[in-house]
């Protein structure tokens, strides 16, 4: 896994609209996408790469998001489901240079 298949997973991301849906969760899980896309760019933008304490917040996201799209409308999940690869490609990402 290369830095560059995190920038490409991320323009996918970035290049597909919020779906519509109705979830009494859609609050929450818009924070989660707002965690996880800032992580991604934070990760992007640093030669540092992520640090423990947001790996950690990483973590806690795929957690809660997985609890939260248990119950959505199938139409909507592939979209939280590259938010999840994104977290996914995060927690594997390579070590700085």
Known sequence: MTRRTIETAWEQHRS????????PHEGELMTLD?????????????????DDQRLSIVKDCLHDLD???????????????????????????????
């Open 67 to 97: 609890d939260l799209t248990t119950e959505l409308e199938v139409d909507c999940l592939p979209y939280f489901r590259r938010l999840r690869e994104l977290g996914e490609l995060l927690l594997s990402r390579p070590s700085p240079p």
């Open 34 to 50: 707002t965690v996880i896309s800032g992580c991604v760019v934070y990760y992007l933008e640093s030669a540092d790469g992520l």
């Open 16 to 23: 597909t609209g919020w779906p519509r849906f109705s979830s």
